[in-house]
């Protein structure tokens, strides 16, 4: 494959922006390798600028769960930006969806729009120490919610494939307020509450993935949830539900009504906007009360409810309501797991898929994966080998191990064959 056109990008890139690209993880580092420049999308298929043709399981990391270009998203973002693309007032739509969410999720009963994942996390951390009176938070190893100084503590995603230590720049005081327990471990959340109530910082809130996608895919245990829920009840501390990517990936609403364990926050974001920029953060009514003008915690946005991003969402998530949608995406998404599983045996490489519904990963690594701890045995430099050699066969999988792949609705057998196929060949690249 000829990538002459990426490689001469990337080196202009460099020049002006830190790296080359303005989120991290774009860069290649974790897979080795240059990353190629995109020019076009539509269904499953993208486009770099050299013309190669790719089958994309990236899905701009979550968002894409219609495919690229889907024309009813585009009809919806085009028609809202010919009727004004923002305002700084509030619009119809906004209300629209607002109460598509309340209906969708039940725990949400009031929602504020905002235009990140980590300014929706960022939000309801505010709400939540707020509330309590309390300023200490309890996050997971290996879990990611934006890139907010309380929550850049043993995060995963971008953080963890970088190898970074906890982020400089995050004030040492804010780090000190965040503990992290060990993700599937209820004796060491309680150890957090002990230790937080004896320092004399009680837990304010307790965040999560509710399915981790940040450390490639990873499942809560039965009652770990549900564990977590009694131990916020018995501490007085809040429970956040970070939903950023499982919010309408897994079923039509939360991952929380599957688990059928209510958060009292909930944050959104990615599916949400079609693919524009969008946050959300929602729960209960004497919670979301507290959000100024109603109440007095404050927080603003002068894009926040965004007109086309609006659109782009309502669109999105009524192709997400029509009947089908997801058994479609379980049915496809076990084909290509169960695909990737046989090649990788065939070729004799060790490797554990791990999937709920569209989202999975493949781990080089020959145990279940339950936990951070878990997810760093897994061989990156295989991993990065076996990207390689997917990619000069036309499959754009997720630049990291520690990453979740998404298939879309656009997807086909036939698509999914060629990636298996193309898996296939690609994992005696790593030997
Ligand atoms: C992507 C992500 C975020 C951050 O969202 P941005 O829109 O990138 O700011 C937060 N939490 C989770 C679980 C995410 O996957």
Same mark, same amino acid.
């Given at each position: ?16 922006? %830190?790296?080359?690209?303005? $989120? ?60 004004? $693309? ?28 905002? $235009? ?44 963890? /494939? ?88 897994? /079923? ?14 909930? /944050? ?8 524009? %920029? ?25 894009? $926040? ?44 490489? /060790? ?47 997720? %630049? ?32």
């Amino acid at each position: 494959m000829k990538r002459s056109a990426s490689a001469a990008l990337f080196e202009r890139a460099k020049k002006v922006i %830190p790296g080359g690209v303005n $989120s991290p993880v774009r860069a290649f580092k974790a897979v080795g390798g240059e990353p190629v420049f995109l020019a076009k999308g539509s269904g499953a298929r993208i486009w770099d600028v050299d013309g190669n043709e790719y089958l994309d399981y990236c899905a701009s990391w979550g968002p894409l769960i219609l495919g690229h270009a889907h024309p009813g998203v585009v009809e919806a973002a085009i028609a809202a930006a010919r009727d004004g $693309s923002t305002f700084g007032a509030p619009t119809e739509r906004e209300v629209r969806l607002a109460e598509t969410l309340r209906a969708a999720i039940p725990s949400v009963e009031k929602v504020r729009l905002n $235009s990140s994942g980590t300014e929706a996390v960022m939000s309801a951390l505010r709400v939540a120490r707020a509330a309590t009176g309390r300023e200490a938070i309890l996050k997971f190893e290996g879990c990611f919610h934006g890139h907010a100084d309380a929550l850049l503590v043993k995060a995963g995603s971008g953080v963890a /494939t970088l190898g970074l230590p906890d982020s400089p720049g995050v004030p040492s005081g804010v780090a000190k307020l965040t503990l992290t327990a060990r993700y599937n471990d209820l004796a060491d959340v309680d150890r957090c509450f002990t230790e937080a109530k004896t320092a004399g910082t009680p837990i304010a809130a307790v965040i999560l993935e509710p399915v981790v996608g940040n450390m490639g895919v990873v499942v809560p245990k039965p009652g770990f949830l549900a564990g977590l829920r009694k131990a916020c009840d018995a501490n007085g501390s809040l429970l956040i539900f970070d939903e950023v990517i499982t919010g309408f990936r897994l /079923t039509y609403g939360g991952y929380q009504d599957i688990a059928g364990v209510k958060a009292d926050l909930t /944050t959104l974001g990615k599916i949400l906007g079609g693919g524009m %920029p969008i946050g959300a953060y929602g729960g209960r009514a004497d919670l979301m009360n507290l959000v100024a003008p109603e109440g007095s915690v404050y927080q603003a946005g002068t894009l $926040s409810g965004n007109p086309v991003a609006v659109a782009a969402g309502l669109a999105t998530l009524a192709e997400l309501a029509k009947p089908g949608v997801y058994e479609g995406l379980e049915k496809m998404t076990a084909r290509l797991a169960k695909g990737l599983e046989d090649g990788a045996k065939k070729a004799g490489v /060790t490797v554990r898929v791990q999937r709920l519904g569209s989202m999975l990963t493949v781990f080089f690594a020959s145990e279940e994966i339950v936990d951070w701890p878990g997810a760093a045995t897994a061989d990156r430099g295989a991993f990065g080998k076996w990207h390689r050699a997917l990619l000069d066969r036309g499959v754009y999988w997720p %630049p990291a191990q520690f990453e979740a792949a998404f298939v879309s609705t656009a997807h086909t057998e036939a698509d999914i064959d060629r990636t298996v196929a193309a898996a296939a060949e690609a994992f005696p690249a790593v030997l």
